[in-house]
């Protein structure tokens, strides 16, 4: 048994040390650290502690609401009507689980993957909410937690753990789905070097059209892809009517358009993505772009 645990650590280190080597999804390719098998049992009670509390609260505020979700229903939060799947991502926020991969030093839990793994487990019996979330921690904030600057990170992931804003991921467009890197979209630089002019068209979306940012693949000035954070806010951006989908009827799934949208090209660490119906805090005025771009690659200077 001792053999059995102490080969189980050895294989957790092995995959962190991984994970070091090879940062954001690199793990998906990489060789599997040989090692002894890992069974619930090991589970640390960090781990147990924080899937139970969220599987208490997904049986007893999300399971038993399946019909609502699916018809995207709105519900009445402070005399405002929002979407009972975001007021569900807000109370699930409250339970620690958008925070599982993002650095303590913005606020978040900063656990390992098998946490994450497990989180994705217990979201697993409602498949429009386990979208949902899904898109908002995942490919929605991951994006900045791999490859912001540390001003994008101060400035969005606090916000983002605690679904004040709501994040999606703006890649496939209507002529790219698998050849992902073949779309179109454009960002030009203005000439004082100020801002990015977005200009393109996203499709299939999840969180379109509640979400209050995205992560916008688009070509540098007609060259490498890059992707910017956008303020879906902001004057330009257009959403789409939802998709008539066969299943996850409940998650959004729609198309974005952007029409000179204006990217702000630095992120200053003041607040300025407004969620709808809420005021701006920062010097920007309400509604505009409060956004600037990640770098496409880990070494790549930030825009
Ligand atoms: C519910 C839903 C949610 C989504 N959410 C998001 C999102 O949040 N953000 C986002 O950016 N995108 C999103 N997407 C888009 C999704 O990523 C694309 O649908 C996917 O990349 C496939 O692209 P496509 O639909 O254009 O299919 P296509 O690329 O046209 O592929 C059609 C078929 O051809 C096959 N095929 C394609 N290329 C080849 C090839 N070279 N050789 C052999 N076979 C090939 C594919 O396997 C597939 O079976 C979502 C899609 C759905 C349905």
């Avoid at 993505?273 to 701006?280: E, F, N, V």
């Avoid at 805090?281 to 200077?301: C, I, Q, Y």
Wanted: overall charge neutral; glycine content about 10%; proline content about 4%.
């Amino acid at each position: 048994m001792t053999t059995l645990v102490h080969e189980a650590l050895s294989a957790t280190a092995a995959i962190r040390a991984t994970l070091v080597a090879r940062p954001g999804g690199g793990f998906l390719v990489a060789p599997v650290a040989r090692g002894g098998t890992f069974s619930r049992e090991q589970l640390s009670e960090e781990q147990q502690l924080l899937t139970n509390s969220i599987r208490d609260f997904w049986r007893s505020s999300v399971i038993p609401r399946l019909d609502e979700i699916e018809h995207k229903k709105k519900v009445e939060v402070d005399g405002k009507e929002q979407p009972l799947a975001i007021v569900l991502l807000r109370q699930l926020a409250e339970l620690g689980a958008l925070g599982v991969d993002i650095p303590a030093a913005h606020g978040g839990l900063d656990l390992d993957k098998t946490t994450s793994m497990l989180l994705s487990e217990t979201l697993g019996g409602c498949a429009s909410m386990g979208a949902t979330v899904g898109a908002h921690i995942g490919i929605g904030t991951l994006p900045i937690v791999f490859f912001g600057n540390d001003a994008q990170k101060a400035k969005y992931l606090p916000r983002l753990l605690t679904a004040e804003l709501v994040s999606c991921y703006a890649l496939t467009e209507p002529n790219n789905g698998s050849d992902a890197l073949g779309g179109r979209t454009n960002a030009a630089l203005s000439a004082d070097g100020t801002h990015y002019v977005l200009a393109g068209e996203k499709i299939f979306i999840t969180n379109g059209s509640w979400a209050d940012i995205a992560i916008v693949f688009a070509r540098h000035d007609g060259g490498p892809y890059s992707a910017f954070i956008v303020d879906l806010h902001s004057p330009g951006v257009t959403r789409g009517v939802e998709e008539r989908k066969m299943g996850i009827r409940g998650s959004s799934t729609c198309g974005l358009t952007f029409a000179d949208v204006k990217v702000r090209a630095r992120t200053s660490s003041a607040t300025s993505a407004t969620p709808r119906g809420s005021r701006s805090t920062s010097s920007t005025s309400a509604g505009s772009s409060s956004a600037s771009a990640t770098s496409g690659t880990r070494n790549m200077p930030s825009i």
